[in-house]
């Protein structure tokens, strides 16, 4: 769900950086790392230099996500926190946009490419204010770490009432969209679980309820 490039593509990607590498693959009209084995070899050890240094941690009901920006401070998500979080959320197949809160550019009534406001949105943990899988993806961020989360549809929208909800035409399009995927549209569309992909950052830790 992290998308990366091909072994090959990876390995002449890398050896093109080197100074000289451009003007001898111009010239010889082969990679600069010698042949397509050894342009494979490179990329295969580059992927799996990354897997070690950014590993994907997989949950309870097949929730997966890695982490892209470390946080600050001792204070973590738990179980029971209030957090203030900003969030983008795309299909998995095919990485479509769907919408955000907070991050990024939000396509609105106002024309594509209107800057996101930059507010936050509040989650009460152990609530439905958003998707028991990203609840779970959430426990132990600190403020300023950002997670990518690939969120099964079996603990997706469904289980937080389709919250948190678009507030765009445009998002609310795509929800409408997504729900005839899970829900199916007739005999030609059947029933599919699609997944989705949230990018969460924390940006607030708040108090823990009740106290």
């Known amino acids: ?16 950086s080197a100074p000289g590498a451009a003007y001898a693959a111009a010239k010889t009209g082969r990679p600069a790392c010698g042949d397509i084995e050894t342009c494979r070899e490179i990329g295969y050890k580059k992927d799996a230099q990354d897997a070690i240094d950014n590993p994907t941690f997989k949950l309870a009901d097949n ?13 973590a998500v738990s179980k ?6 900003v969030f983008s959320i795309s299909q998995s197949r095919g990485g479509a946009y769907m919408y955000s809160k907070g991050m990024g550019y939000e396509p609105s009534e106002e024309g594509l490419g209107r800057k996101d406001t930059g507010e936050s949105y509040r989650v009460r943990m152990g609530s439905k204010d958003i998707p028991v899988g990203i609840q779970a993806a959430m426990v132990g ?8 989360v690939e969120l099964p549809s079996a603990v997706g929208f469904d289980s937080s009432d389709w919250a948190p909800a678009p507030t765009t035409r445009r998002g609310k399009a795509t929800i409408v969209s997504y729900r005839r995927i899970l829900e ?25 309820k009740g106290e």
Not at 80 to 85: A, E, F, L, N, P
Not at 141 to 148: D, F, N
């Open 1 to 16: 769900f992290v998308r990366s490039l091909g072994a090959a593509s990876v390995a002449t990607s890398v050896a093109a």
């Open 63 to 75: 929730v997966r996500y890695k982490k892209l920006f470390a946080g600050t401070g001792s204070d």
């Open 80 to 85: 029971d926190s209030i957090v203030d979080v």
């Open 141 to 148: 961020m600190k403020k300023g770490e950002k997670r990518r």
């Open 184 to 208: 199916g549209n007739g005999p030609s569309s059947p029933p599919f679980p699609a997944e989705t992909i949230w990018d969460v950052q924390v940006e607030r830790i708040g108090r823990k």
